[in-house]
Every structure is written in structure tokens, then in C-alpha cells.
């Protein structure tokens, strides 16, 4: 079933007479860079999901907060969607534009206000990278943890709006443990802050709320992130495994031994293949899965862990484990699983990235599971998994332009998803549901769920107006979602409840 | 011997019977937070016949219980295992629950260090206005499949539905746990906590009581004697830090009023009349005083803090913004539309 919006089952959107909105955007505010041409839409007809493409109504490039302001003021009063939109990197079709809507990029909001290396904090302006946090508190030995892979491109805002995650977050936490203060502006262009300079504010904890919230109950216009001390040291262990299962107890062995790794990644073989052919990290090529375990911290401490680390592999089976020897082996180490996804790329003319996550424990039946789909659909899937919290990117190969291709790898992402639901699991560990996941969530969440999750949106958006049609399905859209995949004789898991 | 008992039926039957017959409820375990807050009107929807712990997995890291279930009980079962709950949630009372523990959502003393109740929540199971029993989040670290209901529960005081059910993170406990005193002003102690919070020291409490630094250092043995060799200070019992997270400390004893105030890390001393005992390393301050809220409120707020009276009062949280207050009231309304859940008992109107 198509994710484009479809009003049929995603709820009518208000018309929108273009030009009066454009002519009323023009004189109240002038200095606003406004985009209405075909040619300079294009650019925007999609985030980093490109698969799915729509070219918005306007695009519109503020540089100032009260622009934003007087935006949605004109906006909630004339009823035309907007659709928030930061880098631009999300996976999910976060952003993904409408036809009858604005897209409000909030890119041009790229200074960093305050780094406050005492009060071990930024405040910054939405627009500004992931990265470029860390590298203004380098001077002051701090960091920001949270490391989505695209954290070289990715603005705070979308982290914010999407919760993101990296490949620290078993010890460090997500995007929501590492905020202290959003500014955002409501639907109607009211100024809200929530959260506070301290750790904690009165009243309900809307900052937790908001977080992950998709940019549909307010958009984003300050952020102030903790800052951490940066670890001393950092050591990396590499180990090899002849089966997927072994590997994936000496995960649970090493957080039995009381040890919580800085990070834990776990790669199949087709990964490690594609991503030795590409970057030559010096991964066993005829391993069935490797673990990549990184320690940081005080050195002794992480000497001690090495060592413990390297007796729980080995007694888990390992049939081999090195430790970087130096800096620039634990770089490479690392490249190799960072360069994964376009490692896979190479081998394969398009890939799609899925994002379940599971229980741990789940892990044996999940992959068993994915091998019998991926033969079912005669589609490879290569695995790559933070394995330390549970989130699996299996990576769909196929190719695009041999029919109907897409839609197999649709469908056997699909397939996976509940999989990964019917385990105990979520469809979405750090991507998002933005428009990907949106007929997933019906397999996820019960009617009475979602009409919650509707009542949450209301209470911010009563119009529906900001980014309609993201995160949480209609139960509309459910229905027909599940009487198709009855019709076709092959509804997955029955003894989920179903609506 | 535990009485495991999944009683959700007859809490669910019991908030549609007051959905009918349109009466309030006021929600409670054992009452050990019934100082806090506004006075509730309401029957009494007592969560403690709902208990037991569902699933224990200690590779996982997860526990999910039933909201009646003691916290003593949780607490042994994960020091059994070699982990806890990162957050030393504060008792206040021989009885407390997980639910209450969750709705009131308090820390303890690692809070700074490692994060609050609302961090370690991964999933919930609760009754709503709607007279549903609802399951959000999961037993998995990463989802964002939908909104965070769950963590939105944390520090709600039962406001927004009743939780049934609660999946948290625990963690391992530290290998090396060391506590130490040392005698210091506590503008010395507000300055060295400021340069260490930069550097990677493993402190994991820090509390000034007028006289002295109190410090606890948890890791592995390595990086906690090297941080004792750098810090010196005469050790202390850690026992301590329980005092001090169950207000047994003399401090709590005297009949002022108690208020808390949270502060920004990089915080001075506060001018307030009255005795204060810093704690979080000085992000959260205990006040005894005879202030009037709004001296107090002033003075917390005008350095980016808000003050809570620790005590039953008539406006014990602090007044939210008009815009923040018209959202918590929206809020209210779409999740409690007949306002049955703890009317009142963060602010009276919601």
C-alpha cells in the first residue's frame, strides 16, 4: 500500500489558494526568501529517503526566529500545512514535503549561541550540525554523545524532532537524555520553553514528549544539549565468530560480566565481505559474524575491561580477538562498520535500510527469521546491528530498475518489521516513522493506541496544520492496510492482537 | 514470599465505573508521596493489589513490574543480580511502589551522573481517560515509533492516567564505590565541582551540608584511586548517601518548611533566608525556611531554576507560563476529558 499521502485514507488537507498566500507571504514579510518555481522546488522534493518524491507548494528559507513567527501565524490563520524540515538526512520521509504544503527549512539557523564549558552545556540554534557541537566544545575537553552515522551533515533540530541515536546510546543514551532546554514555537506561532537550565521543570515533561515527535506539535527554534567530559581513552576489541548465535550471547555475556561497552556492533558475513572489499579494515572475511566492542573511559579501567571483554569472548566461542593495537587500527576498525551501508551499496545497485529493534535475546530467531524471508522474496540481506541496544539495520539489496524489484524489498522490509514487533520489538529504533513506517505503525499499535496518540496531537495541532500525515497512521489507513494483507492470504503473526 | 497478582481487570473496571458514575479518583500506593503536591478529592484507586515483577532479564537490562509492586522488592531482586536502578529513587516511606515512585518521578542522588526516573523508562502500561488499558514504548533502549507517552508519565503525579504497569533500564552496579568527606566552604566546593564536572572523574554524588564536600566516587578500581589520590578528604560511611536520599539527615529534622530548588549546574550560592543543604552537586538544593514563596520563587527563578515546597501546599509547583499552562490544560483535557485522574493535585487547573 502506497505511503504518499493520500487524502482518501490520510484525511483530507485544506486547499490552498497559492497565489493569495504568496502575495499575503510577500508583504508581511519581505526579507523571507520564498522558493515557488518548479526548478527551484525540485531540490527539496525529498529528504533522505529518495525514493519517495514530492515537490512541495513553496519552500521558504527564514533567517530569523519572528519570520518563523509571523509565518505560522499566517499559516494556522489561512490553514495551509507546513511541514518542518532541518538538513535534511532523515531516513523516514520525515520531511517528505506535500503538494499542498510549505516547507519550512530551518537550515539557515546554524550559529551556536553559548558553549558554557562550567554549566556543561551548548545552546544552539536548530540549523547548526551534529558535529559542529562537538567540535565547538573540543577546546573545553567536553562533547555532545548522541552520533546518529550522519552526524558530519544532520542539524540538531531533526535530531530533536527524530530522537536520533548514533552508535553510542547503551551508555550514553539518546537525543532525550542529552537535552536540557527546547525552544519551540506552537502551531500558532506562540514562543514555548520547555524544559529548563536546570535538570529538571515544573509541570508535565513535555521536552520528552516533544522529542521524536516528528516536527508535528511545534517546531524547533532553540536547543541548549549537555556536554559530557570526553573519555580519556578508547580501546576497541575485535572478535570473530563461526555462527550469528554465538556472537549474539557474548553480547549478553559481556553485559552479564557487569560491563557496559561504549559501543557493541555486530556485522554478518555479507557485511563484513562487502565491507572489506571496500575499505579494507582487516576484517575476517570468513567469519560468520564479528562483535566490534568499544571501551572508554579512565585507562585503567578500560585496560581492566579489555581484559575482561577479551576472557567473555572467548569463552563465548570467539574463534578470534584482537585488540587495536594503536589509534589508527581502532579507526579503522571503526571505518569498516561506519562505511558499512555504502559498503553494501557497492554490491548492489540500490539497498534499503530498515531499523527494527528487538530484545537481545531475540536475536538468533529474528536473523533465522530474516534468512527464510530473504529467500522467500530472492533478496539478499546484509545485517549490520548496535548490537549493545538492540537495533538491527538489516540492509535490503535489490535493484531498482528490474520490475517490480522495489516492491519485493518493500514488502520484505515490511515483513521484517513485525517480525521485529512480534519479538517484543519496535519498527523503529532511531530512523523515525515519518511516511516509511507509516503502515507498520498499524501492526504495532492497537486502534485505541493510535486514537491516544491523535489526542496527544491535538492538544498541540487541533487543525492538523504541521506535518499531517507523519508518524502516526489513520485509523483509516489501518483498516485498509490490514483488510489487504488479509485479502492476500498471508496476515503475519495472527496471534497479535488486530484491530 | 511474594504475592504476584495482575489485578488490572479490577483497576480498570474501577476507573469506568467512575467514568459512569463521573467521580473522581484519587491514586495511590502506599501514600509515601502524599506529602507532595495539592490535596486530591477523589476515591481511592489503590495500585498495591497490582504487583509483581512480570520479566527480569538481567542480560537485557530491563524490569518490567506491576506499578503496586514494592520497590524494596525491586531493588533486591536487581542487587541479587549484581545491577539497581541508576536513579536511587527516593523511598520516602517503608511501603512506596513503583508507580509511585514513576508518577512522582524523584531522583537521587546519582541523578546528575547518570539521569532521572523519566531516562530509565522504556515502556508503560497505563489506564486512561477513555477507560482503556494501553501499552506505549516497549522493553527495547531505542523506539520512536510514535509519541513518548511513557517518559511523559514520569513526574505527572497519576494527572494523566493510571499506570498499570512500568518496563525500566537498570544498570550494573559499579565495581569500586569509595565516599570521602572534606572539609570546605561551599564557595570553595561549588568552584571544584565545577572544574571536575569537566574532566572525566567518576564522581557519582556530591552533596555540601554548610561545613563540608560529602563526595562518592563509583568505577572500576583504577580510575576510583586515582581519583581518591587526586581528591585526598577522609573517607565516609556510605550509608550517608541513603540519609540523604530518605531525608533522615539532621538537616530534614527542623520544622521550617521544606522546599527544593533545582538550579543550573554553574549555580552560586543562593541568598534565602533559612538553612539550605546542596545536593546533585549543587543542581538541586534542599531549603528549610519561613520565605515566602514568592521571595524564594524570585530569587530560583531569576538564575534559570524553579523552586517545589516539599510539603502539601496550596501552590507547591512552580506557576507554569501562560502559554505552557493552556498546553498542560489541552493536555489534560484530551488525554482526561472528565478530569477524573488526580484533579488538581500539580495545579488547580489541571
Known amino acids: 500500500m502506497n505511503i504518499l499521502y493520500d487524502e482518501r485514507?490520510?484525511?483530507?488537507?485544506?486547499?490552498?489558494?497559492?497565489?493569495?498566500?504568496?502575495?499575503?507571504?510577500?508583504?508581511?514579510?519581505?526579507?523571507?526568501e520564498i522558493l515557488?518555481?518548479?526548478?527551484?522546488?525540485?531540490?527539496?522534493?525529498?529528504?533522505?529517503?529518495?525514493?519517495?518524491?514530492?515537490?512541495?507548494?513553496?519552500?521558504?528559507?527564514?533567517?530569523?526566529i519572528d519570520q518563523v513567527q509571523t509565518l505560522l501565524k499566517i499559516c494556522h490563520a489561512r490553514q495551509v500545512p507546513v511541514v518542518p524540515r532541518g538538513a535534511g538526512t532523515g531516513l523516514s520521509g520525515g520531511a517528505l514535503p506535500l503538494e499542498q504544503g510549505i516547507l519550512l527549512v530551518m537550515a539557515r539557523f546554524n550559529r551556536i549561541i553559548e558553549v558554557n564549558p562550567k554549566g556543561r552545556f551548548a545552546r544552539v540554534q536548530p540549523g547548526v550540525r551534529n558535529l559542529a557541537i562537538s567540535q565547538a566544545a573540543a577546546p573545553h575537553g567536553l562533547y555532545y554523545a548522541p552520533d546518529p552515522s550522519s552526524q558530519i551533515a544532520c542539524s540538531i533540530g531533526g535530531n530533536v524532532a527524530e530522537n536520533a541515536g548514533g552508535v553510542h546510546c547503551l551508555k550514553y543514551g539518546l537525543t532525550v537524555h542529552n537535552l536540557l532546554k527546547v525552544e519551540i514555537l506552537t502551531v500558532d506561532g506562540q514562543r514555548m520553553t520547555l524544559g529548563s537550565d536546570a535538570l529538571d521543570a515544573p509541570g508535565f515533561d513535555l521536552l520528552a514528549l516533544f522529542t521524536g515527535s516528528e516536527g508535528m506539535l511545534g517546531v524547533v527554534t532553540e536547543v541548549t544539549v549537555k556536554l559530557l567530559p570526553?573519555?580519556?581513552?578508547?580501546?576497541?576489541?575485535?572478535?570473530?565468530?563461526?555462527?550469528?548465535?554465538?556472537?549474539?550471547?557474548?553480547?549478553?555475556?559481556?553485559?552479564?560480566?557487569?560491563?557496559?561497552?561504549?559501543?557493541?556492533?555486530m556485522m554478518d558475513n555479507l557485511s563484513i565481505r562487502a565491507t572489506e572489499d571496500f575499505i579494507h579494515a582487516g576484517?575476517?572475511?570468513?567469519?560468520?559474524?564479528?562483535?566490534?566492542?568499544?571501551?572508554?573511559?579512565?585507562?585503567?579501567?578500560?585496560?581492566?575491561?579489555?581484559?575482561?571483554?577479551?576472557?567473555?569472548?572467548?569463552?563465548?566461542?570467539?574463534?578470534?580477538?584482537?585488540?587495536?593495537?594503536?589509534?589508527?587500527?581502532?579507526?579503522?576498525?571503526?571505518?569498516?562498520r561506519k562505511n558499512a551501508f555504502p559498503a553494501v551499496g557497492r554490491i548492489s545497485p540500490d539497498y534499503y535500510c530498515m531499523d527494527g529493534t528487538i530484545p537481545r535475546r531475540e536475536l538468533p530467531k529474528v536473523l533465522h527469521g530474516i534468512t527464510e524471508l530473504s529467500e522467500k522474496y530472492g533478496l539478499r540481506v546484509a545485517n549490520v546491528f548496535h548490537a549493545g541496544d538492540g537495533n538491527m539495520h538489516p540492509l535490503i539489496l535489490f535493484d531498482a530498475n528490474q520490475s517490480g524489484e522495489l516492491e519485493r524489498a518493500e514488502a520484505l522490509g515490511a515483513q521484517i518489521l513485525e517480525l521485529c514487533?512480534?519479538?517484543?520489538?519496535s519498527i523503529t529504533g532511531e530512523h523515525g516513522v515519518g511516511r516509511e513506517k507509516i503502515n507498520q505503525m498499524c501492526a504495532q499499535f492497537s486502534s485505541d493506541e493510535l486514537i491516544l496518540f491523535h489526542a496527544v496531537k491535538k492538544a498541540f495541532d487541533p487543525k492538523g496544520l504541521l506535518n499531517p500525515g507523519k508518524n502516526i497512521p489513520t485509523l483509516h489507513r489501518c483498516a485498509e492496510f490490514g483488510s489487504m494483507h488479509i485479502h492476500h492470504g498471508k496476515l503475519p503473526f495472527p496471534e497479535l492482537e488486530r484491530f | 514470599m511474594r504475592h504476584d497478582h495482575d489485578?488490572?481487570?479490577?483497576?480498570?473496571?474501577?476507573?469506568?465505573?467512575?467514568?459512569?458514575?463521573?467521580?473522581?479518583?484519587?491514586?495511590?500506593?502506599?501514600?509515601?508521596?502524599?506529602?507532595?503536591?495539592?490535596?486530591?478529592?477523589?476515591?481511592?484507586?489503590?495500585?498495591?493489589?497490582?504487583?509483581?515483577?512480570?520479566?527480569?532479564?538481567?542480560?537485557?537490562?530491563?524490569?518490567?513490574?506491576?506499578?503496586?509492586?514494592?520497590?524494596?522488592?525491586?531493588?533486591?531482586?536487581?542487587?541479587?543480580?549484581?545491577?539497581?536502578?541508576?536513579?536511587?529513587?527516593?523511598?520516602?516511606?517503608?511501603?512506596?511502589t513503583l508507580g509511585g515512585m514513576v508518577a512522582a518521578g524523584l531522583s537521587g542522588p546519582r541523578r546528575p551522573w547518570v539521569g532521572s526516573v523519566r531516562d530509565f523508562v522504556l515502556g508503560t502500561r497505563i489506564i486512561t481517560g477513555h477507560g482503556k488499558l494501553l501499552r506505549f514504548g516497549g522493553e527495547v533502549m531505542k523506539n520512536v515509533a510514535g509519541y513518548d507517552v511513557s517518559r511523559l508519565m514520569a513526574g505527572s503525579f497519576g494527572c494523566l492516567g493510571v499506570l498499570t504497569e512500568v518496563s525500566l533500564k537498570v544498570l550494573p552496579k559499579p565495581r569500586k564505590c569509595f565516599s570521602l568527606r572534606l572539609e570546605m566552604d561551599v564557595h570553595q566546593a561549588l568552584s571544584e565541582?565545577?572544574?571536575?564536572?569537566?574532566?572525566?572523574?567518576?564522581?557519582?554524588?556530591?552533596?555540601?551540608?554548610?561545613?563540608?564536600?560529602?563526595?562518592?566516587?563509583?568505577?572500576?578500581?583504577?580510575?576510583?584511586?586515582?581519583?581518591?589520590?587526586?581528591?585526598?578528604?577522609?573517607?565516609?560511611?556510605?550509608?550517608?548517601?541513603?540519609?540523604?536520599?530518605?531525608?533522615?539527615?539532621?538537616?530534614?529534622?527542623?520544622s521550617e518548611h521544606l522546599w527544593r530548588l533545582s538550579l543550573p549546574y554553574n549555580t552560586g550560592p543562593i541568598?534565602?533566608?533559612?538553612?539550605?543543604?546542596?545536593?546533585?552537586?549543587?543542581?538541586?538544593?534542599?531549603?528549610?525556611?519561613?520565605?515566602?514563596?514568592?521571595?524564594?520563587?524570585?530569587?530560583?527563578?531569576?538564575?534559570?531554576?524553579?523552586?517545589?515546597?516539599?510539603?502539601?501546599?496550596?501552590?507547591?509547583?512552580?506557576?507554569?507560563?501562560?502559554?505552557?499552562?493552556?498546553y498542560h490544560r489541552n493536555l489534560k483535557k484530551q488525554l482526561d476529558p472528565q478530569g477524573i485522574f488526580n484533579p488538581g493535585r500539580m495545579y488547580a487547573e489541571v
Open chain 1, 421 to 425: 514487533v512480534a519479538v517484543g520489538g
Open chain 1, 36 to 64: 515557488h518555481s518548479q526548478e527551484d522546488l525540485m531540490p527539496y522534493e525529498c529528504d533522505g529517503l529518495s525514493a519517495y518524491r514530492v515537490v512541495p507548494m513553496l519552500v521558504v528559507l527564514p533567517e530569523r
Open chain 1, 283 to 336: 576484517y575476517p572475511v570468513d567469519a560468520a559474524a564479528i562483535l566490534l566492542c568499544e571501551l572508554d573511559g579512565v585507562e585503567a579501567d578500560v585496560q581492566d575491561d579489555c581484559e575482561r571483554v577479551d576472557a567473555v569472548l572467548k569463552t563465548a566461542g570467539a574463534t578470534h580477538v584482537r585488540l587495536a593495537c594503536d589509534e589508527a587500527e581502532r579507526a579503522r576498525f571503526w571505518a569498516g
Open chain 2, 271 to 326: 541568598e534565602l533566608p533559612g538553612q539550605q543543604l546542596l545536593d546533585w552537586g549543587g543542581a538541586q538544593r534542599w531549603l528549610k525556611s519561613s520565605a515566602t514563596p514568592q521571595v524564594i520563587r524570585q530569587a530560583v527563578s531569576s538564575v534559570g531554576g524553579h523552586a517545589t515546597l516539599h510539603e502539601q501546599g496550596d501552590t507547591p509547583f512552580q506557576p507554569l507560563a501562560a502559554p505552557l499552562l493552556r
Open chain 1, 230 to 265: 570526553k573519555p580519556q581513552v578508547a580501546r576497541v576489541l575485535l572478535a570473530s565468530f563461526d555462527s550469528v548465535e554465538k556472537a549474539g550471547r557474548a553480547v549478553g555475556d559481556i553485559i552479564a560480566a557487569g560491563i557496559i561497552p561504549g559501543g557493541l556492533e
Open chain 2, 7 to 96: 489485578a488490572s481487570t479490577a483497576l480498570l473496571e474501577q476507573v469506568n465505573y467512575a467514568l459512569n458514575e463521573r467521580i473522581t479518583l484519587r491514586i495511590q500506593g502506599s501514600n509515601s508521596k502524599a506529602s507532595l503536591g495539592r490535596p486530591v478529592a477523589g476515591e481511592v484507586l489503590d495500585t498495591r493489589s497490582h504487583r509483581g515483577i512480570v520479566s527480569y532479564d538481567p542480560t537485557e537490562l530491563v524490569l518490567t513490574a506491576r506499578a503496586g509492586t514494592p520497590l524494596a522488592e525491586i531493588e533486591a531482586t536487581l542487587d541479587a543480580a549484581g545491577q539497581m536502578l541508576p536513579f536511587e529513587p527516593p523511598h520516602l516511606g517503608p511501603g512506596a
Open chain 1, 9 to 32: 485514507v490520510d484525511g483530507a488537507l485544506p486547499r490552498v489558494d497559492k497565489a493569495a498566500l504568496l502575495s499575503e507571504l510577500f508583504e508581511s514579510l519581505p526579507d523571507l
Open chain 2, 193 to 254: 565541582l565545577a572544574e571536575w564536572g569537566q574532566q572525566p572523574i567518576p564522581i557519582s554524588a556530591a552533596c555540601h551540608d554548610g561545613q563540608a564536600l560529602h563526595l562518592r566516587l563509583e568505577g572500576g578500581e583504577g580510575s576510583v584511586a586515582s581519583a581518591i589520590e587526586r581528591i585526598g578528604g577522609d573517607s565516609l560511611d556510605s550509608g550517608y548517601w541513603a540519609d540523604l536520599r530518605e531525608q533522615r539527615s539532621a538537616f530534614f529534622t527542623s
